[in-house]
């Protein structure tokens, strides 16, 4: 089986004030939707929506090695992926 080619990209900005801006891209529509979030420092998570979509909750120390599980909800509705870093 061929592996799955990667087609949605999220670019995350960290401000010191605890805000998390960025975009999300679909390469297979073409298309970005902001990012706007913040980082709950005392929990160590960060948590985000894309436009008007979905929530993603991710552990802050995951991000930053580079690989995270994140928790995607959009209403009653909840899953699991895995985020990795490009270079």
Do not use: C, Q
């Not at 010191?16 to 902001?34: C, F, I, K, Q, S």
């Amino acid at each position: 089986a061929a592996a799955a080619t990667p087609h949605v990209f999220m670019e995350l900005s960290l401000h010191r004030d605890g805000a998390v801006r960025g975009n999300y891209y679909d390469a297979l529509a073409d298309v970005v939707h902001p990012i706007v979030g913040r980082i709950d420092r005392d929990a160590g998570t960060l948590a985000w929506r894309v436009g008007n979509g979905p929530e993603f909750l991710a552990d802050a120390e995951g991000l930053a090695t580079g690989r995270a599980r994140v928790t995607v909800r959009k209403g009653a509705t909840e899953r699991s992926l895995t985020l990795i870093a490009l270079d």
